[in-house]
C-alpha cells in the first residue's frame, strides 16, 4: 500500500517578489508532488488566514512560521497515512488547525500541502493532475477571461476598477483563442504606445497606463479589437472585474477618483447598465462591495438576466457563504480561489454546491503568482468552463496557459471547448 512517506517545506517567491510557501509531498513510491502557494493583493475579509512572520526580513512577509508549520506538525500528522483519500487528509489538517479559517496553521501552509498531496497521488499513478481529480467526466476546457488592462490595487495608475478582460468566444477551441487574445494584446500594445502612455504592465499582466475614465479602457480594447480580424461583440466580448470593496470609503460611496464620482449602490449599477448597454459586457466581478447584499439583490434583479454577475470578496469560495448567496438570489456565479478556503477538498465542495445551484464557475488565479499551474488542471477537473488567469504575459501567468494548451493536446477529440455557450442568458 502506498503510503505518505515525507513532507517538507521551503520558503520560496512569487511573481511580486514576495515570499510563499513551498511543499513536496513524497510517497513510499518514490512518487512526489510539489506545489506552490499563490498569494493575493485585493482579499476579502472573510477569506481564510494567509499566515506572514510581521518580522523585519521582507518587510514583514515573510512565511517561515507557515514553512515551519509544515514541517513540524502537519509533517509528523500525515506520515504513514493513505495520500488517496484527499478529504481524509483535508480534514486531518482542518482538525489539527481548529479553526475554520486556517488562523493557526496559515492557508499557505494547509492549501499548499493539499495541493501537493493531490499531485503526488496523481503522479503515483501515472495520470495527470486533471484526471487524478476529475475522473473519466474531466472533459470541458475552459473559456479564459483575459486581464489586459490593470488598474485598482493591481495597478499603480489612475484607473479604480481592477481588471478589464476580454473573453474568446467565438473560437473552436483553447488553442485558437489564445491566439486571438495574443494578436489583441500586443495591438492594444501599439495603440497605447502611439499614445505616448507607458506599456508597463500590472501584476496580472495587463497594461496599467494611466487613463481619465474607467470607460476609456473599454474603448481602447474596442479599438484593438477592431483593428484586428476579430470582431468585438462576436469573437470577443468584454468583462470587468470592479473589485469594488476597494472603493467604498468611510462616506459608504463608492469612490471613482479617476472621474471625480461618488456612487451608491444604485447609481454604480446604473453606471454598469449604462456600460453593458455601450460595449459587450457579458460578466461583472464583485460589481459591490462584499457586505454590501442589498445593493448586490439590486444589481441580480437588474442585470442577473442580462449578464454573468461574479461574487469574489462576496463568498470568498465559501460554501455556507455561498449556500446564502443562492438562498437570498445573490449574484448567479462564483469565483473559485482555492486559497481563500485553505484546501482542495473543501474548493471542490464549494464548486460542486455552486453547479447544483445553475451558479457558473471561474477558476482563478491571485495577483501574487508562480510557475504552479494546478489551477489550470484543478478548473479541467472540476469542469469550470471557465478561467481567469492573467493576460498573455509574464511567465507566471503564461504557464497557466501553457498547461492548459498540453491538456487540450491529451484530451483530443474527447474535450469540450464550451465557447459562447456559458454566456447566453
Not at 473573453?167 to 483553447?174: A, D, L, M, S, V
Request: with cysteine; charged share 25%.
Amino acid at each position: 500500500m502506498v503510503l505518505i512517506d515525507d513532507i517538507y517545506a521551503i520558503e520560496v517567491m512569487d511573481s511580486r517578489g514576495n515570499p510563499t510557501v513551498q511543499a513536496t509531498v513524497v510517497l513510499s513510491d518514490g512518487a512526489q508532488g510539489t506545489a506552490i502557494c499563490p498569494s493575493g493583493a485585493s482579499t476579502g475579509k472573510k477569506e481564510a488566514i494567509e499566515l506572514r512572520d510581521n518580522e523585519d526580513r521582507y518587510n514583514g512577509k515573510g512565511v517561515l512560521q507557515a514553512v515551519d508549520n509544515i514541517n513540524n506538525i502537519i509533517a509528523p500528522l500525515l506520515d504513514g497515512h493513505n495520500p488517496f483519500n484527499q478529504s481524509y487528509i483535508d480534514e486531518i489538517i482542518r482538525q489539527e488547525d481548529g479553526s475554520e479559517n486556517y488562523k493557526n496553521l496559515g492557508a499557505n501552509a494547509s492549501l499548499t500541502v493539499s495541493m501537493a498531496v493531490a499531485r503526488a497521488g496523481a503522479n503515483s499513478l501515472g495520470i495527470p493532475l486533471y484526471r487524478y481529480l476529475g475522473g473519466a467526466n474531466a472533459l470541458t476546457l475552459p473559456v479564459g477571461m483575459f486581464n489586459i488592462i490593470n488598474g485598482g490595487e493591481h495597478a499603480n495608475n489612475s484607473v479604480d476598477f481592477q481588471e478589464y478582460m476580454i473573453i474568446p468566444t467565438n473560437f473552436e477551441n483553447f488553442k485558437e483563442a489564445l491566439r486571438a487574445v495574443s494578436e489583441i494584446y500586443n495591438e492594444l500594445k501599439k495603440i497605447i504606445d502611439s499614445m505616448n502612455l507607458t506599456t508597463a504592465v500590472g501584476d496580472e499582466g495587463g497594461f496599467a497606463p494611466n487613463l481619465n475614465s474607467n470607460e476609456e479602457p473599454l474603448q481602447l480594447i474596442t479599438k484593438a479589437v477592431e483593428n484586428t480580424k476579430y470582431t468585438i461583440g462576436v469573437d470577443i466580448k468584454l468583462a470587468l472585474d470592479v473589485a469594488s470593496s476597494e472603493l467604498v470609503n468611510e462616506d459608504g460611496k463608492y469612490h471613482l477618483k479617476s472621474e471625480n464620482k461618488k456612487l451608491n449602490s444604485k447609481e454604480l449599477v446604473d453606471y454598469y447598465k449604462l456600460l453593458c448597454d455601450k460595449y459587450p459586457i457579458v460578466s461583472i466581478e464583485d460589481g459591490l462591495s462584499e457586505y454590501d447584499w442589498d445593493g448586490w439583490a439590486y444589481m441580480t434583479k437588474v442585470l442577473g438576466d442580462k449578464i454573468q454577475l461574479v461574487g469574489d470578496d462576496l463568498f470568498v469560495t465559501n460554501k455556507n457563504i455561498l449556500q446564502e448567496g443562492i438562498n437570498k438570489n445573490i449574484a448567479n456565479s462564483i469565483l473559485i480561489k482555492p486559497n481563500q478556503i485553505g484546501d482542495v477538498s473543501q474548493t471542490m465542495a464549494t464548486v460542486r454546491l455552486a453547479q447544483r445551484n445553475g451558479y457558473t464557475c471561474v477558476m482563478s488565479h491571485r495577483s501574487g503568482e508562480s510557475e504552479d499551474t494546478f489551477i489550470a488542471d484543478f478548473a479541467v477537473a472540476l469542469n469550470c468552463g471557465q478561467i481567469k488567469t492573467g493576460s498573455t504575459s509574464r511567465s507566471d501567468r503564461v504557464a497557466k496557459y501553457n498547461r492548459l494548451l498540453n491538456i487540450e493536446r491529451e484530451l483530443g477529440g474527447l474535450g469540450e471547448y464550451l465557447k459562447d455557450s456559458i454566456f447566453e442568458k
